[in-house]
């Protein structure tokens, strides 16, 4: 079996073009306003987001599959219970930092997307777990 092993996600130029705006729009308004009340809500709002951009992650630690991102979303899943990982695009809400992601099918009907920077890799190292998991790229 694997020791803990982490994947940091892909970080999709989507998203980083997201950030920049949320970044630049306040700031626009901080100078132009000179309001103080904008600013600390913008400097908590980026750093926020630069906090889940940084801190997205899965691992693989023993027979488990550890998906964090922020302080919201912390998912266990026992890697057993994978049957299917299929690429998808999707903008849907999940801990996944780009729109290239790979949704993981487990136990009957659950399913969490993920994007990991090496996904070759990590679909390697699950199969490694459970080689029956069916890939479909």
Known sequence: ???????????????????I???????YFVISEKDLGILLGSIFGVGFVFY???????YIDEGKLLVKSGIFIYETIDIQSIHT???TKSYFRAPAISPRRLAIHYNEKDIILVS???????????????????IIV
Not at 52 to 58: C, S
Not at 121 to 128: A, G, H, R, T
């Open 21 to 27: 705006l949320a970044f630049i729009v306040p700031l």
């Open 116 to 134: 990991p920077r090496n996904e070759q890799e990590f679909k390697n190292d699950l199969k490694q777990v459970k080689p029956s998991i069916d």
């Open 1 to 19: 079996l694997i020791k803990v092993k982490t994947y940091k996600s892909r970080i999709g130029i989507e998203f980083f073009v997201i950030f």
């Open 52 to 58: 889940v951009f940084f801190t997205t992650a899965y």
């Open 85 to 87: 990982i299929k690429a």
